[in-house]
């Protein structure tokens, strides 16, 4: 089953007088339960396409089709919509509210996302990612392995039909970061469905599928 498709994607930025054209053209599947990477050098465009992916941003051409509904063309709140309760977002940076628990963090987003039971699932999403041990802790009392693992938790909490993360071990080091994806490993044993950027090939390698793009193209699928 495919939950994630892009048919002629393409995406030109307009700066003043000059078009840079970041996607120039990309067709991806992923199925439901995959766990695969895009790679490929900076300034490439993975982040762009990561981006529309995730309904952060519109294409200039194609279509974006998530779980069965085509969004390219798709105007909030059903943008929103599906961005609050299809997709879970991982970044590089972690975006917790400072003056928020562990908990409180993961909890609000649960109730934006209308989850039932927000307080039991945000516990539940806490215990997949080792985190039931800092659950009244704030963000600066943590380190940044936890603080990411954190972030996660609360991409997770409202069930998404995918994860995204964007150079989601960027701020870490190696060995935290190979903590952060002994977790996106276990969740996707699970069944969770992820689609990570990165510039690592040797974090790429530990994913099912590696997606190479190069100057707005896929080179390998
Ligand atoms: P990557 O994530 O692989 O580093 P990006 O998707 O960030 O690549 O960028 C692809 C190209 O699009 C680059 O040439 C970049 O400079 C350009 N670009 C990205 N975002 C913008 C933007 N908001 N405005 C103008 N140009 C952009
Ligand atoms: P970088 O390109 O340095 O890796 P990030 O991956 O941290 O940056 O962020 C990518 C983009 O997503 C940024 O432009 C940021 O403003 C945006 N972003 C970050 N967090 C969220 C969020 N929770 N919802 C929507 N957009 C976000």
Known sequence: EVVLEARGLKKSYRMGKVTVEALRGVDLAIRRG???????????????????????????AGQAIIDGQDVSRMKDPALTAVRCRKIGYVFQKFYLLPFLTTLENVELQARLAGVKDSRARSVEALKLVGLEARMNHRPVEMSGGEQQRVAIARALVKGPALLLADEPTGNLDTKTGDLIMDVFKRLNKQGLTIVMVTHNPELAARTGRVIKVRDGLIEEA
């Open 34 to 60: 995959e766990f695969v990477s895009i790679i490929g050098p900076s300034g490439s465009g993975k982040s762009t396409l990561l981006n529309l992916i995730g309904c952060l941003d519109q294409p200039t």
